[in-house]
Protein backbone atom coordinates (compact mmCIF):
# COMPACT_ATOMS: atom_id res chain seq x y z
CA UNK A 1 0.00 0.00 0.00
CA UNK A 2 1.30 3.80 -0.95
CA UNK A 3 0.90 6.28 2.15
CA UNK A 4 0.21 9.83 1.48
CA UNK A 5 3.92 10.72 0.94
CA UNK A 6 4.53 8.20 -1.44
CA UNK A 7 1.96 9.05 -3.75
CA UNK A 8 3.30 12.65 -3.38
CA UNK A 9 6.20 11.51 -4.35
CA UNK A 10 5.19 9.28 -7.70
CA UNK A 11 3.00 12.85 -8.39
CA UNK A 12 5.65 14.95 -8.89
CA UNK A 13 8.19 12.19 -10.73
CA UNK A 14 4.87 12.18 -13.06
CA UNK A 15 4.82 15.67 -13.51
CA UNK A 16 8.43 16.33 -13.84
CA UNK A 17 8.56 13.00 -16.40
CA UNK A 18 5.59 14.61 -18.62
CA UNK A 19 7.43 18.06 -18.87
CA UNK A 20 10.55 16.63 -20.08
CA UNK A 21 8.58 14.57 -22.91
CA UNK A 22 6.79 17.41 -23.87
CA UNK A 23 9.71 19.67 -24.30
CA UNK A 24 11.68 17.17 -26.48
CA UNK A 25 8.37 16.62 -28.50
CA UNK A 26 8.26 20.56 -29.02
CA UNK A 27 11.42 20.65 -29.88
CA UNK A 28 11.43 17.69 -32.16
CA UNK A 29 8.23 19.43 -33.75
CA UNK A 30 9.97 22.87 -34.72
CA UNK A 31 12.37 21.25 -36.52
CA UNK A 32 15.74 22.71 -34.12
CA UNK A 33 17.88 21.58 -31.23
CA UNK A 34 16.54 23.60 -28.04
CA UNK A 35 18.99 25.48 -26.34
CA UNK A 36 18.82 26.45 -22.70
CA UNK A 37 18.89 29.33 -20.56
CA UNK A 38 19.96 30.20 -17.05
CA UNK A 39 16.28 31.46 -16.16
CA UNK A 40 15.45 27.58 -17.55
CA UNK A 41 13.20 28.69 -20.59
CA UNK A 42 13.92 27.00 -23.50
CA UNK A 43 14.33 28.54 -27.09
CA UNK A 44 13.59 26.55 -29.82
CA UNK A 45 15.48 27.99 -33.07
CA UNK A 46 15.83 27.28 -37.15
CA UNK A 47 16.54 29.00 -40.26
CA UNK A 48 13.86 30.15 -42.00
CA UNK A 49 13.23 29.09 -45.57
CA UNK A 50 14.49 31.36 -48.11
CA UNK A 51 11.74 31.74 -49.51
CA UNK A 52 9.78 33.51 -46.28
CA UNK A 53 8.89 37.08 -47.10
CA UNK A 54 10.07 39.82 -45.11
CA UNK A 55 8.33 42.94 -44.85
CA UNK A 56 8.98 46.42 -45.59
CA UNK A 57 7.89 49.94 -45.18
CA UNK A 58 6.44 51.43 -47.66
CA UNK A 59 9.03 53.12 -50.33
CA UNK A 60 8.91 56.90 -51.25
CA UNK A 61 11.09 58.55 -53.87
CA UNK A 62 13.23 61.43 -54.26
CA UNK A 63 15.89 62.38 -56.82
CA UNK A 64 15.24 59.18 -58.44
CA UNK A 65 16.39 56.95 -54.98
CA UNK A 66 14.18 54.68 -52.66
CA UNK A 67 13.84 55.74 -49.45
CA UNK A 68 12.57 54.01 -45.87
CA UNK A 69 8.83 55.44 -46.04
CA UNK A 70 7.07 58.73 -46.48
CA UNK A 71 7.86 61.61 -44.30
CA UNK A 72 6.09 61.82 -41.80
CA UNK A 73 5.81 63.23 -38.52
CA UNK A 74 6.62 67.17 -39.31
CA UNK A 75 4.66 70.45 -37.88
CA UNK A 76 5.06 73.53 -39.57
CA UNK A 77 7.44 75.94 -37.96
CA UNK A 78 5.84 77.66 -35.31
CA UNK A 79 7.13 80.93 -33.82
CA UNK A 80 9.16 80.14 -30.69
CA UNK A 81 8.65 76.60 -29.16
CA UNK A 82 6.88 77.16 -25.92
CA UNK A 83 6.84 73.75 -23.57
CA UNK A 84 5.09 72.45 -21.06
CA UNK A 85 6.93 72.92 -17.47
CA UNK A 86 7.84 69.15 -16.66
CA UNK A 87 7.54 68.45 -21.03
CA UNK A 88 10.99 66.84 -22.28
CA UNK A 89 11.52 67.89 -25.81
CA UNK A 90 15.07 68.19 -28.06
CA UNK A 91 16.84 71.10 -29.96
CA UNK A 92 18.76 69.91 -32.62
CA UNK A 93 20.94 72.97 -33.95
CA UNK A 94 21.42 72.54 -37.67
CA UNK A 95 24.60 75.11 -37.74
CA UNK A 96 27.03 73.62 -35.22
CA UNK A 97 25.35 69.59 -34.93
CA UNK A 98 24.24 69.98 -31.34
CA UNK A 99 21.98 67.95 -29.89
CA UNK A 100 20.21 69.52 -26.35
CA UNK A 101 17.81 67.95 -23.91
CA UNK A 102 15.40 70.32 -22.24
CA UNK A 103 12.50 69.88 -19.40
CA UNK A 104 10.30 72.78 -19.56
CA UNK A 105 12.32 75.73 -19.95
CA UNK A 106 15.57 73.83 -18.50
CA UNK A 107 18.47 72.63 -20.21
CA UNK A 108 19.07 68.72 -18.95
CA UNK A 109 21.72 68.61 -21.50
CA UNK A 110 23.79 69.00 -24.81
CA UNK A 111 26.23 67.34 -26.64
CA UNK A 112 27.83 67.63 -29.95
CA UNK A 113 26.71 65.40 -32.79
CA UNK A 114 28.25 64.95 -35.95
CA UNK A 115 26.64 63.81 -39.61
CA UNK A 116 24.14 65.15 -41.85
CA UNK A 117 20.90 67.46 -40.92
CA UNK A 118 18.40 66.87 -43.81
CA UNK A 119 15.43 67.77 -42.17
CA UNK A 120 14.19 71.20 -42.56
CA UNK A 121 14.50 73.95 -39.80
CA UNK A 122 10.68 73.19 -37.94
CA UNK A 123 8.91 71.35 -35.21
CA UNK A 124 8.47 67.77 -35.49
CA UNK A 125 7.34 65.04 -33.19
CA UNK A 126 9.20 61.78 -31.93
CA UNK A 127 7.75 59.17 -34.51
CA UNK A 128 9.74 56.11 -33.22
CA UNK A 129 12.97 54.97 -30.73
CA UNK A 130 14.36 51.84 -30.69
CA UNK A 131 17.51 49.92 -29.05
CA UNK A 132 19.40 48.07 -31.88
CA UNK A 133 17.54 48.99 -34.72
CA UNK A 134 18.24 47.19 -37.92
CA UNK A 135 19.41 49.68 -41.24
CA UNK A 136 17.73 49.18 -44.21
CA UNK A 137 20.61 49.40 -47.02
CA UNK A 138 19.24 51.62 -49.76
CA UNK A 139 20.14 50.55 -53.56
CA UNK A 140 22.96 52.82 -53.43
CA UNK A 141 24.99 50.94 -50.69
CA UNK A 142 24.91 48.21 -53.60
CA UNK A 143 25.91 50.01 -56.50
CA UNK A 144 29.12 51.73 -54.88
CA UNK A 145 30.59 48.85 -53.81
CA UNK A 146 30.10 47.08 -57.73
CA UNK A 147 27.43 44.24 -55.67
CA UNK A 148 24.45 43.10 -56.94
CA UNK A 149 21.45 44.96 -56.14
CA UNK A 150 18.96 42.64 -53.86
CA UNK A 151 15.33 43.09 -53.88
CA UNK A 152 13.14 45.90 -52.08
CA UNK A 153 12.30 43.07 -49.49
CA UNK A 154 15.33 41.06 -49.56
CA UNK A 155 16.59 40.24 -45.86
CA UNK A 156 20.16 41.20 -47.07
CA UNK A 157 19.00 44.98 -46.66
CA UNK A 158 18.68 44.88 -43.06
CA UNK A 159 22.02 45.31 -41.76
CA UNK A 160 22.44 45.46 -37.38
CA UNK A 161 24.89 47.53 -35.35
CA UNK A 162 25.22 50.34 -38.06
CA UNK A 163 22.74 51.94 -36.08
CA UNK A 164 23.98 51.51 -32.15
CA UNK A 165 22.37 50.79 -29.31
CA UNK A 166 20.12 53.72 -29.17
CA UNK A 167 18.41 55.31 -32.27
CA UNK A 168 15.27 58.13 -32.10
CA UNK A 169 13.49 58.93 -35.62
CA UNK A 170 11.99 62.38 -35.37
CA UNK A 171 10.26 61.17 -39.16
CA UNK A 172 10.52 57.64 -40.58
CA UNK A 173 13.36 59.08 -43.25
CA UNK A 174 16.03 60.46 -40.83
CA UNK A 175 17.25 59.23 -37.36
CA UNK A 176 19.34 60.70 -34.80
CA UNK A 177 21.74 57.33 -33.61
CA UNK A 178 24.44 56.30 -31.77
CA UNK A 179 26.26 53.96 -34.35
CA UNK A 180 29.76 53.31 -33.96
CA UNK A 181 31.12 55.25 -36.80
CA UNK A 182 29.20 57.91 -39.49
CA UNK A 183 28.91 57.25 -43.16
CA UNK A 184 27.26 58.84 -45.82
CA UNK A 185 25.90 55.42 -46.29
CA UNK A 186 23.95 55.32 -42.93
CA UNK A 187 23.53 58.47 -42.61
CA UNK A 188 21.61 60.85 -39.75
CA UNK A 189 23.04 62.26 -37.15
CA UNK A 190 25.18 60.05 -34.74
CA UNK A 191 25.55 60.96 -31.18
CA UNK A 192 27.61 59.01 -29.06
CA UNK A 193 25.98 56.31 -27.22
CA UNK A 194 27.04 57.53 -23.39
CA UNK A 195 25.21 60.82 -24.38
CA UNK A 196 22.43 59.25 -26.55
CA UNK A 197 21.20 56.73 -24.02
CA UNK A 198 19.94 59.35 -21.18
CA UNK A 199 18.36 61.12 -24.32
CA UNK A 200 16.76 58.18 -25.57
CA UNK A 201 14.80 57.38 -21.74
CA UNK A 202 13.85 60.78 -21.27
CA UNK A 203 11.93 61.57 -24.54
CA UNK A 204 8.68 59.58 -24.76
CA UNK A 205 7.23 59.09 -28.42
CA UNK A 206 5.41 61.92 -29.72
CA UNK A 207 8.14 64.54 -28.05
CA UNK A 208 8.93 67.74 -29.64
CA UNK A 209 11.86 67.68 -31.74
CA UNK A 210 12.86 71.72 -32.81
CA UNK A 211 15.26 71.83 -35.52
CA UNK A 212 16.78 75.30 -35.80
Known amino acids: MFNSKSVTVLFRAALILGAIVLSACTAERHGGNPSYLASG ?7 LPQNTPV ?9 GQQLMAPLIGYIPPTIGFLPAENEAWLEVEKA ?13 KSVQAEGSISLAPGTYAL ?9 YAPDSYFQK ?6 AASDRSR ?5 LGQFVLFPTTTFAIHSGPVWNEDVGGLRVA ?12 LGATIVVK
Open 55 to 63: QVPPLAMRD
Open 96 to 108: TKSVALYIGKELK
Open 127 to 135: QHKQKSAAW
Open 193 to 204: QSDLSSIFFALP
Open 41 to 47: SIILSRQ
Open 145 to 150: RQLSVP
Open 158 to 162: YRRGA
